[in-house]
């Protein structure tokens, strides 16, 4: 923190700065930052002799030029500076980091972080908007406005989170966000700006108004009043889209008694403790009392604008635009999010009128303060003290404005509910114009009085009355349009209207049931409630004498067949999802999205049952269908939340019970789907969802102990693939995860491997696929037992040794319409321009990286993997495919990215993000990418440039070596580039060598039927290539039915020819691999220096004549081990090789072995160097190699 004296004297200087008439003791910088243009960026924090502390963003720019004013000038790390508003292009770059994404490192190792909400271009020219005060905005171009703010408070602004909300919604009332900034430091988040789209051509309606209301033509008759109808109707689709964005719940009668009891504090406040003599306090009181009586329905408790008024709302060619919705500036952080009702701000916006009118006033009693108009002044009437014109303007404003609120609103406002926030405001503005205005205290004194009138005469406001008969004040049914939209599957609060309700005279419950004739409320053992069918769907309404809380009632229902049961009233609960969890959801931060989302068993105020959850942001309405509702979704709609998650918790719903989503989409089709984030799954081809809570007791404490310390850049890593459904069969079927358990941990560890790779285990509908179009990024796959009986296999690896890593797919996913294909009747997980959103290759669709909640969804599927099933690693598939915007597309057929380029840059982000968010959260666990191109830095760290990825297949080593062993020796000569090229990148990345499943399949032929040659030829060959490969630098993957020479192509639908084990030369291949392993693993050679060009030497790289490659390894102690591979058919037997050291050198690994299958050719296990340099070593020898074999050879002394 750095004291700067001299911004003790330039803060008061600006006009945003708001403690200019406090005393101040210091000014602190606590972060800063430079930025590409060289403005410098700071945190400030202001410390006032007396009043709490405030903070404040400062930017500044070199203040070089004679121009600048001694004033304007402030010193700051020895240079002298000016505000960034008096040259606003260099705010250009934080406007581009909102609104393009990314993020700046400040000098106290915080970030700030723009977060794109809508794509966008921020034009280079700027200019600084004059009238704002308390924030700077700078409008760029015609395009775009950055809102930049000054004081700053911890926490969710209110601009950034309602605009963002009504963006997302498609609201076209409120210029769409374009991004925004925060500032984060660790768990502190702090809000620093927000860039909207500009309104062309707008224009204040303030002023507007005003001008208007000046002209004393017939009001009736005007465009500015008819267009205020406009006016009341875009707010109200604020209000509507609000609702359907966030979360949003009935009123209660405490919600009533908190407003009547502040609106009683307010008139104590400013009429009781300082009496007006134009007003007494008592009458309004009294006001307040009579206005409540007639209150009928309080409504709903939603997010509003919070201080709405003319000055908030700009006209233009295409219609009005809300702006500003930071709420009250007087108000905390807290009090500004707080949700309240629609009326607050219709009551704002009213009052505006009267002080419209005012103002028109004072233009003809001062022209000088509005206007140059010098008409004499309309004479005043007695009611407000405005004059007759003036006021039938202002009441002619009213009636248009709330006309077309009440045309266009989906939720009624209660005229007594809009009288009381109306007067509470005009009772505020006595208390703030008589402390700063007195000339305008007749203004909000006039609005009382004719409340008051208007009550005490048992008068209903004229705009009220076209709202339609009230209801009785002793009603307690559901509103009809409540009721329609309930039984038309389209409401999306139900828990709005059903469940546990207050009322003056007790407790409304109001059930849904369309499959029972009767039902009973029971309340404890001794009052039970009738409740009355009330709706032809199903809808029951029981008005409960008593006070009841959730947990004190149950239903009691009957068929009309006369069976009778009970159960519990899933509306009668809050929602199971915090704002923070929303929040999270939203931004796409959740990484334990499954701890929230899915069917999650849990116990709510005591009471058993499973919270249902699911993100369908443009659903109409989403329901709950299983084995516990009969398959029947009326009974059991789901309340839409904030992000777009829809939530329901429903009782008594037990472990195993199946279930899907009714969705009724934005296109109206009502569709099944699956859960996108189930734990469980039924068994292919079915394919509903599983309620599961897992009770397994891990094991391996020992091994995920010592997980977080694994090097594996520097660890043997030699991996075995397998894919389960095809290993081993039993009685005719494959094993189950428990029988796997201990067979395939025999087998593994027997072999010597260090880690089993299984290709995808997540649920996928076709086994064709193999498992690489999953529809469960969350569910091992039922196919071989349930999630518990996954965990048992990978704790008995772990048991046994061995590391678990799993083949995982967020490349693409299948069409099927029951999945993730248009869930919500949109493309939601998928782009929705087919050039981007569907594989030309597979048929199936990709993901749409770019959308916050998705890159969230596949994020938490990885880190769930890791971190609940506790798998080792992740192969991550079809990484080039991500890659690239024009993967296996022609031209034409792809759209090129922001800068023109063929990189999918949201792709990119999202596998960066998820190496970020795996390393962080689980050391040493392992991703690894398939990725087959040039791509550079995939298995370089994130912060060096890098997508992030620990390994990166060789799949070039893979193709090179393949080609060159299948081809008859006579012609490997020819093609001997194949094996020594791979060396000229073997260190660009942290490679592994994989002989995968997919090249033993679809006419690949298996490996040993690619070897050349009769049958001994054959397993030659292939013996020699894997001695080959174990000594090569990189890291090992072997598909299964190689290590024994599995004659046939690999089929997902039989089992491995393990019968062929009793044929000498496949038992003597088996043998090999099993002993490879074991020497490599007890060799540092071959594993320490894998990444690092100084472990390997050439010692002859170019003898293609005779197909011989000879090479040294080197341990971290410069340890060697020397390897020599005769591709051809004729032994070598003159030919001499440098060597690192003279002296006797022990024959390690010979695979022309008998044990092995081979001729038994060798060196009698040892030769002798000699200290003759040879091929740029100090020694040499002469060392025979068997035909189609490889050697290792390591000093005699060396263990």
Known sequence: ?????????????????????????????????????????????????????????????????????????????????????????????????????????????????????????????????????????????????????????????????????????????????????????????????????????????????????????????????????????????????????????????????????????????VLDARPVSELAADPVHAAVDRITEQLTDAGVVARIHGDLHLGQVLGSPDGWRIIDFEGEPAKSLDQRRAPGPAARDIAGMLRSFDYAAAAALRSFEHPDATTDDTRPAPERSDDDHLPPALAAWRDAARDSFLAGYEAHADVPVDPALLALFELDKAVYEIGYERANRPDWLAIPIGGVRRILDRRTSGGIDRAAQTRGTAMPATSWHAHPDDVDALLAGTHINPHRVLGLHEHRDGTVVRVLRPDVAEVDVEVGDDTVVAATRTADGGLFEALVPDKIQTGDYRLRMRTADGVEFTARDPYAFWPTLGDIDLHLAGEGRHEQLWRRLGAQVTTVDDVPGVSFAVWAPNAQSVRVVGSFNQWDGRRHPMRMLDSGIWELFIPDVEQGAVYKYEVLRSDGHLTLHADPLAFATQAPPDNASRVFASSYEWQDDDWMDRRPEQLWHEQPLSVYEVHLESWRHTDGRPLTYRELASQLADYADDMGFTHIELLPVAEHPYAGSWGYQVTGQFAPTARFGSPDDFRYLVDHLHQRGLGVIVDWVPAHFPRDEWALARFDGTALYEHADPRQG??????????????????????????????????????????????????????????????????????????????????????????????????????????????????????????????????????????????????????????????????????????????????????????????????????????????????????????????????????????????????????????????????????????????????????????????????????????????????????????????????????????????????????????????????????????
Request: glycine share 8%.
């Open 1 to 269: 923190m750095t004291a700067s004296p001299d911004l003790s004297r330039w803060l008061p200087t600006r006009r945003w700065f708001q403690g200019k008439d406090r005393d101040i003791a210091s000014v602190s910088v606590v972060d800063s930052a430079t930025l590409l243009s060289l403005a410098r960026w700071l945190l400030v924090d202001v410390v006032y002799t007396a009043d709490p502390a405030e903070r404040y963003q400062v930017v500044l720019v070199a203040a070089n030029g004679p121009d600048t004013d001694a004033g304007d000038a402030v010193t700051f790390d020895g240079a002298r500076w000016r505000d960034a508003t008096s040259g606003p292009v260099a705010l250009g770059e934080l406007a581009r980091l909102a609104a393009d994404g990314g993020a700046i490192v400040t000098d106290a190792g915080a970030t700030i972080e723009g977060r794109a909400a809508a794509a966008s271009n921020v034009p280079a020219d700027a200019r600084t908007l004059d009238a704002e005060q308390s924030n700077t905005s700078v409008v760029f171009g015609d395009t775009a406005v950055l809102k930049l703010f000054r004081r700053l408070e911890p926490g969710i602004n209110p601009d950034i989170e309602l605009t963002a909300a009504l963006t997302a919604a498609g609201n076209r009332d409120v210029p769409a966000q374009l991004g925004a900034l925060h500032h984060r430091g660790g768990d502190d988040v702090v809000a620093l700006g927000v860039v909207g789209a500009y309104v062309v051509d707008g224009w204040d309606a303030w002023r507007a108004a005003v001008a208007d209301a000046a002209d004393t033509t017939d009001p009736s008759r005007r465009d500015f009043i008819t267009g205020l109808a406009d006016l009341g109707a875009a707010v109200a689709r604020v209000h509507a889209d609000l609702r359907r964005a966030l979360p949003h719940r009935a009123a209660t009668h405490d919600d009533v008694d908190g407003w009547i009891e502040a609106a009683h504090r307010q008139i104590a406040a």
């Open 838 to 1199: 569907e594989h030309p290759d597979w048929g199936t669709l990709i993901y749409n990286f770019g959308r916050n909640e998705v890159r969230n969804y596949l994020v938490a599927s990885a880190l769930f993997w890791l971190e609940e099933l506790h798998v080792d690693g992740l192969r991550v598939d079809a990484v080039a495919s991500m890659l690239y915007l024009d993967y296996s597309r022609e031209e034409g057929e792809w759209v090129p990215n922001a800068y023109g380029g063929n990189e999918n840059l949201e792709a990119i982000e999202f596998l960066k993000e998820t190496a970020t968010a795996v390393y962080g959260r689980n050391p040493g666990a392992l991703l690894i990418a398939e990725e087959s191109t040039a791509w550079p830095g995939v298995s370089r760290p994130v912060h060096l440039g890098g997508l992030g990825f620990g390994f990166k297949w060789n799949m070039g080593w893979m193709h090179d070596t393949l080609s060159y062993f299948s081809r008859d020796p006579i012609h490997r000569r020819f093609h001997h580039n194949e094996l020594t090229f791979g060396l000229l990148y073997a260190w660009s990345e942290n490679y592994v060598l994989p002989l995968s499943h997919d090249e033993v399949v679809h006419g690949k032929r298996s490996l040993l039927d690619k070897m050349p040659g009769d049958r001994w030829q054959k397993f030659a060959n292939l013996r020699a290539l894997f001695g080959y490969m174990w000594a090569h630098p990189g890291k090992q993957l072997l598909f299964m039915g190689g290590e024994f020479g599995q004659w046939r192509e690999w089929s997902e639908a039989r089992q491995l020819d393990w019968d062929l084990l009793s044929e000498s030369d496949h038992a003597g291949l088996r043998q090999l691999v099993a002993d490879l392993n074991g020497v490599y693993r007890e060799q540092p050679a071959l594993w320490e220096r894998d990444h690092d060009p100084q472990g390997f030497r050439w010692i002859d790289a170019n003898n293609a004549d005779a197909n011989l490659l000879s090479f040294v390894r080197y341990a971290a102690d410069d340890s060697p081990m020397v390897c020599v591979v005769n591709l051809s058919p004729i032994p070598c037997d003159d030919q001499r090789f440098g060597m690192p050291q003279a002296g006797r050198w022990r024959e390690l690994m010979n695979t022309d072995a008998d044990a092995y299958g081979g001729g038994n050719l060798g060196n009698m296990g040892a030769i002798t160097a000699e200290a003759a340099p040879w091929h740029g070593m100090t020694a040499s020898a002469s060392i025979f190699v068997p035909p189609l074999a490889t050697l290792w050879l390591i000093p005699d002394d060396a263990v």
